[in-house]
């Protein structure tokens, strides 16, 4: 199983990024697909999800208004579209997969598939 992120970068706040997770290994369309970051010396935290469908969404209250979360299940890709970022949105962002039966996903406990993260970086 693979989680491959990218569209990470360095941009100036009030800027927007699209990140991606392109997915293999699995049946994407059967997976709560979500993002979760971490910046340095911080616990990692939850930033959206989106059911296998694509019918339900779920956000972080810091992120909700700014990001969105979508998925094409034809090509096995999450996006998380962030617009007007801050300095505090500075992070490494990762992709996660459940297929554990959950709707959507806002706890990392019990996450069956991680990636490795594309990094945010926001300038003030």
């Not at 990762?94 to 069956?112: H, T, Y």
Request: hydrophobic share 35%; proline share 1%.
């Amino acid at each position: 199983v693979q989680l491959q992120a990218s569209g990470g970068g360095l941009v100036q706040a009030e800027g927007s990024l699209r990140l991606s997770c392109t997915v293999s290994g699995l049946d994407f369309s059967r997976n709560v697909m979500g993002w979760f970051r971490q910046a340095p010396g911080k616990e990692r935290e939850f930033v959206a999800s989106i059911s296998w469908n694509g019918g339900s969404t779920d956000y972080a209250d810091s992120v909700k208004g700014r990001f969105t979360i979508f998925r094409d299940n034809s090509k096995n890709t999450v996006y998380l579209q962030m617009n007007n970022l801050k300095s505090e949105d500075t992070a490494l962002y990762s992709c996660a997969a459940d297929s554990g039966g959950r709707l959507l996903v806002r706890s990392a406990n019990g996450i069956q598939h991680w990636g490795k993260g594309t990094q945010v970086t926001v300038s003030s």
